[in-house]
């Protein structure tokens, strides 16, 4: 393309605000398989200013200056996302779609029990929310831990989080469940392979969402797995999010569920779940959001048999 000056330039191509199937956002999100894929929606026209080859020649008072295009943010944000390797199960989570579930069933539940209670769901999505508004990628970030019972919508949370910093701030992020994790460590140390690569690119990725935190038969193994995640992570100053079904307090020397017979033996903590020193050091690291309110899952069911 022949260079002009920056008045002269076409506007960099942008999505279509009324396009149904991106929002205006200019990226589509469908599960492929096991994963969530995004690609760029086909509402964006043909780059006027680049060519659609990401490189803009500007003509200034101080000579040719060359740049990259603006409508190459789409699919650096495509890229980002998908390096992410959310499960396909959560291609459509998002964080409105966090909210409008939880404000349809929590009044759904409402007219079905006559109870008008708060909202606990609304009150950790705003906690996420302020989260989100005060990151900053150039500086040491807390992270958070979702906690709660099954079925409130953590791991739901989670990915709507992390696409968040993906796909609307640029952010480069992971996300990790604690089982799969394990499984592809001792795939690879099957195969005669150390688990050093799959460590390394957790430990050097900005913000690591890991589903599941606590969950394992807690043999020394796993417990060393994720110490040394914590521990790195920790000493390399990034931002962990994270989700678990257990109450996120020191450990108290409880017994695992299927170990702790007697009636009313004391549930295990997280710091029981992970050990000592990581749970130690997790809790310097992060802040802790309960999602609280009825089971989505359990929900769901009863008005499906009913």
Same mark, same amino acid.
């Given at each position: 393309?022949?260079?002009? $000056?920056? #008045?002269?330039?076409?506007?960099?191509?942008?999505?279509?605000?009324?396009? !149904?199937?991106?929002?205006?956002?200019?990226?589509?999100?469908?599960?492929?398989?096991?994963?969530?894929?995004?690609? !760029?929606?086909?509402?964006?026209?043909?780059?006027? /200013?680049?060519?659609?080859?990401?490189?803009? #020649? &500007?003509?200034?008072?101080?000579?040719?200056? @060359?740049?990259?295009?603006?409508?190459?943010?789409?699919?650096?944000?495509?890229?980002?996302?998908?390096?992410?390797? @959310? !499960?396909? /199960?959560?291609?459509?989570?998002?964080?409105?779609?966090?909210s409008a579930g939880a404000q349809r069933i929590h009044k759904e539940w409402q007219a079905e029990?006559?109870?008008?209670?708060? *909202? !606990?769901?609304?009150?950790?999505?705003? %906690? @996420? *929310?302020?989260?989100?508004?005060?990151?900053?990628?150039?500086?040491?970030?807390? =992270?958070? @831990?979702?906690? +709660?019972?099954? =079925?409130?919508?953590?791991?739901?949370?989670?990915?709507?989080?992390?696409?968040?910093?993906?796909?609307?701030?640029?952010? /480069?992020?992971?996300?990790?469940?604690?089982? /799969?994790?394990?499984?592809?460590?001792?795939?690879?140390?099957?195969?005669?392979?150390?688990? %050093?690569?799959?460590?390394?690119?957790?430990?050097?990725?900005?913000?690591?969402? &890991?589903? #599941?935190?606590?969950?394992?038969?807690? $043999?020394?193994?796993?417990?060393s797995v994720i110490d040394e995640l914590v521990s790195r992570r920790y000493n390399a100053m990034?931002?962990?999010?994270? $989700? $678990?079904?257990?109450?996120?307090?020191?450990?108290?020397? %409880?017994?695992?569920?299927?170990?702790?017979?007697?009636?009313?033996?004391?549930?295990?903590?997280?710091?029981?779940?992970?050990?000592?020193? %990581?749970?130690?050091?997790?809790?310097?690291?992060?802040?802790?959001?309960?999602?609280? +309110?009825?089971?989505?899952?359990?929900?769901?069911?009863?008005? *499906?048999?009913?």
């Amino acid at each position: 393309m022949t260079p002009a $000056t920056l #008045e002269e330039l076409p506007p960099a191509a942008a999505a279509d605000p009324a396009c !149904p199937l991106c929002r205006g956002r200019g990226i589509v999100v469908r599960a492929e398989g096991q994963i969530a894929v995004s690609t !760029p929606c086909s509402c964006i026209p043909h780059c006027l /200013r680049c060519g659609d080859t990401g490189r803009v #020649e &500007i003509v200034t008072d101080n000579g040719l200056r @060359v740049g990259r295009c603006r409508c190459r943010i789409v699919h650096d944000r495509v890229l980002l996302f998908n390096a992410a390797r @959310v !499960p396909g /199960r959560y291609a459509a989570a998002d964080l409105a779609s966090f909210s409008a579930g939880a404000q349809r069933i929590h009044k759904e539940w409402q007219a079905e029990t006559g109870r008008y209670d708060r *909202m !606990p769901q609304m009150e950790s999505f705003m %906690a @996420v *929310m302020q989260w989100l508004s005060a990151f900053d990628p150039s500086k040491e970030s807390r =992270g958070l @831990v979702l906690h +709660g019972a099954v =079925g409130r919508g953590k791991t739901h949370l989670l990915i709507a989080t992390l696409r968040s910093l993906a796909l609307e701030r640029g952010a /480069r992020v992971r996300f990790i469940e604690f089982s /799969r994790l394990l499984g592809i460590l001792r795939e690879g140390f099957g195969q005669g392979r150390s688990g %050093a690569n799959v460590m390394a690119e957790l430990v050097d990725v900005p913000v690591l969402g &890991i589903d #599941e935190l606590g969950k394992g038969r807690l $043999t020394d193994w796993e417990l060393s797995v994720i110490d040394e995640l914590v521990s790195r992570r920790y000493n390399a100053m990034k931002t962990t999010l994270g $989700t $678990t079904n257990y109450i996120p307090e020191a450990p108290t020397g %409880a017994l695992s569920t299927n170990l702790a017979t007697a009636e009313g033996a004391p549930r295990q903590t997280l710091g029981d779940r992970i050990g000592e020193r %990581a749970w130690s050091r997790l809790a310097e690291m992060v802040d802790f959001v309960e999602v609280g +309110g009825e089971d989505y899952r359990a929900f769901k069911k009863q008005r *499906m048999d009913a």
